[in-house]
């Protein structure tokens, strides 16, 4: 009896798990009347039900193959009902936007739009991003605009953050870190930026005191979330510039969705305008897809891919640059012979798993490849005079130079190759506990890279090879023959092929609570970092670093919207590549890791002005460095000392006001103050190379109120002048002087034609969900920022002086965007 039971109970059991997995699965994102994405949200059927994420997002299952009721319920805000049936295994994606309930609108919480203040992160809109006019428009274009972040160079996406270098900046997109070329020396050689702004649907950005989950650099976190598509898509935006196109998508069962962004650059326009004559050609591509499919309600993976491709040839034919006072004017004519061609190259991928083991635990593993390629030759003779202005008004020769007062000449020879591939694997955890959030993680890195470097400068002037300043050269003509060698003024010869392994991890702990009626919200977590240098000639090195890392932030129960917040620990920034290396080509795999010490103080008060909603942000912050790395910077191009010689510190004050100036849009008005300052070698303090003391920064969203769909957009910043660097062979304690400093306006103009409000149902513009139209000028006021100086020798009086390289003028485009 029992056995005849038996394939019937088999056969009960396998019905019935066939009739439980007949599932399927509603997800989205749930924001606010602001866009913003709400936390804690109860999503609901029958008597099951979920809890929207930290950034909004959910996942929640239900029957197939029958009607369900889902019901979306927050405090304070209106709820919403959805009614649907899918099939088995279907996915659909809602993204309901919870409006404001009046009867319940005097109830206080902490929710999702306030969760990235409590963390201290600043978060910028993708579409103003999209907007804002810049010589380099994107994501770093807006950084910029925000205290404590600074670049001087408006063709760059380099930013340096409170006090710190290009290098001490973690990027990440989809929680995967990015890189960028190795060689680059200047900012019209630098082209696209890795980030394409046309893929974004999040931008979150850290200055400082961030948390142990993020990777092992001293000053900033730019979390970049690339977007993913509910239906078909496609962006078009062309300008007198370049263009890019993006294309998105998903499945009809919805599990399988991605975007594709094309981008191409010329900076011909800007460079056509500077004071150099040249024949340039400076042009950059890129192409990038992020893709997710959905292997089953539980797994998804996720692929990310960039090829880029920059090509650089440049062949300078003259310059004349006017300094001086207007009591003794100086020019500076140069005519150049040779020409420079650089090409970079770089492919990149990642692979990224999330297995949803439960509401309490979310595993991913991501693994990822770089490898860049790249080439920098020339070859530039550049003949110069160093002379008197003729100033008399009036006479046929004004402003021509009448009496030389240098002659000379400059050779500058490069042939610099370098082959650097990077392999990441990596896992990550999240576990929920009750209120407590418990998050870890642990990578492997291998670089390999190798790399040759073959540069001099000759400088003859008057006739005479200058020799470089070498203190044990003597020079006893005429009463002793000269029979030494003739040698370059300056000069690098090296060949490396050097591999680092690198073993990093993190846990750290996070829970929201309450200390009597006041939210309080808590996280600590600690970092370690091993790695090891070898290679060719190189003796194999280990070391260790330990950061661990802690923030507290209290929202009191008062009338006012305050929160209060402080945050600070060690952050150790291993050497990378670059930081290896010192001036003379050589590695040095003793280089220790630099630490920062972080002590950041927080206020963020949020406010209704004229009826519309504010909120100042402030910051006070110290920074202590020891272990530092001593470098130069010349235009975008950082050389190490690659010695552990120095101390340093930073402090400063950050301010910034955002809100909606204009009612309906975002602007905001920062100001910051900062100081930082290096001892190297116990020589005492001097200004460090991004000392930029005072930033004032506006971004300024407008539109005509009788004419809504004519907009208007203002990027302006000041920043007061970078220390002027030193010449070669120089005592950088001799040369304390300071750039001018950086003024810069941009401004955009556009006409909406069509949007989503008012789409046409017929005629040529039907197909179109948005097309705008609009002009752009670079540098309104035509101000002469410069971005280094060339020091020129005087024959006569041996002087030495500093002339600027000056940026970009005045510059007009031309801009045409659409969406289908």
């Known amino acids: 009896m029992k056995a005849k039971k038996l394939p019937l109970l088999l056969l009960f059991v396998f019905v019935s798990a066939l009739t439980y997995a007949q599932t399927a699965t509603v997800k989205g994102i749930i924001l606010d009347e602001q866009n913003e994405p709400l936390s804690g949200v109860t999503i609901q059927y029958d008597s099951e039900g979920a809890l929207s994420n930290l950034d909004g997002t959910y996942v929640l299952e239900i029957p197939a193959n029958q009607a369900v009721v889902i019901r ?25 936007t919870l409006k404001v309930d009046v009867a319940q609108i005097g109830t206080v919480v902490i929710d999702a739009k306030k969760r990235k203040r409590v963390e201290g992160i600043t978060s910028i809109s993708p579409e103003a991003i999209r907007k804002i006019p810049g010589a380099n428009a994107g994501v770093e274009n807006v950084l910029t605009s925000l205290p404590g972040v600074s670049s001087n160079n408006e063709l760059s996406t380099q930013y340096a953050v409170r006090g710190g270098n290009y290098d001490e900046n973690l990027v990440y997109i989809n929680e995967i870190e990015v890189y960028r070329p190795f060689l680059i020396r200047s900012g019209q050689q630098e082209g696209l930026s890795f980030v394409n702004s046309d893929l974004t649907s999040s931008v979150d950005f850290s200055a400082g005191g961030f948390q142990a989950k993020y990777g092992d650099k001293m000053s900033s976190v730019l979390d970049i979330t690339y977007r993913r598509p509910t239906s078909f898509d496609a962006t078009v935006d062309l300008s007198l510039l370049g263009g890019s196109l993006s294309v998105g ?24 305008a500077k004071q150099t004559e040249t024949n340039f050609r400076p042009r950059f591509a890129d192409g990038q897809t992020y893709l997710t499919y959905k292997v089953s309600n539980k797994f998804e993976l996720g692929f990310l891919g960039n090829i880029s491709i920059n090509d650089y040839e440049y062949e300078p034919l003259t310059r004349q640059t006017n300094f001086g006072t207007l009591a003794d004017p100086v020019a500076l004519i140069v005519f150049y012979e040779g020409q420079e061609e650089d090409r970079y190259e770089t492919y990149f991928g990642a692979l990224k798993g999330t297995y949803v083991a439960s509401e309490n635990y979310t595993a991913k593993f991501i693994a ?23 100033t008399n008004i009036g006479d046929e020769n004004l402003g021509e130079v009448e009496f030389s007062e240098g002659i000379g000449a400059q050779l500058t020879h490069a042939r610099n190759d370098l082959d650097a591939l990077i392999i990441n694997a990596q896992h990550r955890g999240n576990i929920s506990i009750d209120d407590n959030s418990i998050e870890y993680g642990v990578r492997y890195t ?40 003739i040698v370059p003024f300056t000069e690098i010869r090296a060949q490396n092929d050097v591999q680092v392994n690198r073993i990093s991890g993190f846990v750290q702990w996070s829970k929201l609570t309450n200390w009597g009626n006041s939210e309080v919200w808590l996280n600590a977590g600690v970092r370690a970092h091993n790695w090891n240098v070898s290679g060719d000639g190189i003796t194999s090195t280990t070391q260790t670093v330990i950061s661990p890392r802690a923030q507290i932030s209290i929202k009191p129960d008062w009338d006012m919207d305050m929160l209060f917040r ?12 670059r930081e290896l290396r010192d001036s003379t080509g050589t590695v040095r795999p003793g280089v220790k890791a630099q630490q920062s010490v972080h002590i950041v103080f927080g206020n963020d008060y949020s406010f209704d002005l004229w009826d519309r909603p504010f909120t100042l942000n402030s910051e006070v912050y110290y920074k202590d460095l020891t272990d530092v790395n001593p470098y130069t910077l010349e235009n975008v191009r950082i050389r190490y000392r690659a010695r ?116 046409r149902k017929s005629g040529w513009l039907k197909p179109f969900k948005e097309l705008t139209i609009g002009a752009e000028i670079f540098n309104i006021f035509d101000v002469r920022n410069s971005i280094t100086n060339t020091f020129v020798r005087d024959v006569y009086t041996k002087t030495q002086y500093a002339i600027p390289n000056f940026l970009t003028p005045r510059v007009f485009n031309v801009r045409i965007t659409s969406k289908f």
């Open 72 to 96: 979306f319920s927050y405090v304070g805000l209106q709820d919403a009902e959805l009614t649907l049936t899918l099939q088995a295994n279907e996915d659909y994606e809602f993204n309901p």
């Open 249 to 272: 998508g998903k499945s009809k069962n919805g599990r399988l969705s991605g975007i594709v962004g094309l981008r191409y650059r010329d900076n011909s326009l800007f460079v056509d």
């Open 368 to 390: 990822s490849i770089y490898q860049t390629t790249e080439q920098e030759y020339f070859d530039i003779l550049a003949q110069y005079r160093l002379g008197e202005v003729n």
């Open 446 to 485: 291998r670089e390999d890279i190798r790399d040759r470097v073959q540069e001099y400068e000759i400088i003859d002037s008057a006739g005479f090879s200058i020799r470089p300043p070498i203190s044990d050269f003597a020079n006893t003509q005429p009463y002793d023959p000269f029979d030494a060698p």
């Open 566 to 577: 402080l945050s600070g620990g060690v952050y150790h920034q291993p050497p990378f590549y």
């Open 644 to 759: 552990n010689n120095a101390e340093a510190y930073a402090a400063g004050v950050d301010l910034r006001l955002s809100g909606e100036f204009v009612a309906g849009t975002e602007s905001w008005v920062s100001f910051g103050y900062m100081r930082t300052e290096e001892n190297i070698d116990n020589r005492g303090y001097i200004f460090r190379p991004t000392d930029q003391r005072l930033k004032f920064g506006v971004l300024f969203q407008d539109y005509v109120p009788v004419i809504p769909n004519l907009k208007g957009y203002l990027n302006l910043v000041y920043n007061t002048g970078l220390p002027g660097g030193s010449p070669s062979y120089a005592d950088p304690y001799d040369f304390q002087t300071r750039l001018p400093d950086y003024k810069r306006a941009d401004l955009g103009i556009s006409y909406v034609v069509v949007d989503e409000e008012n789409r």
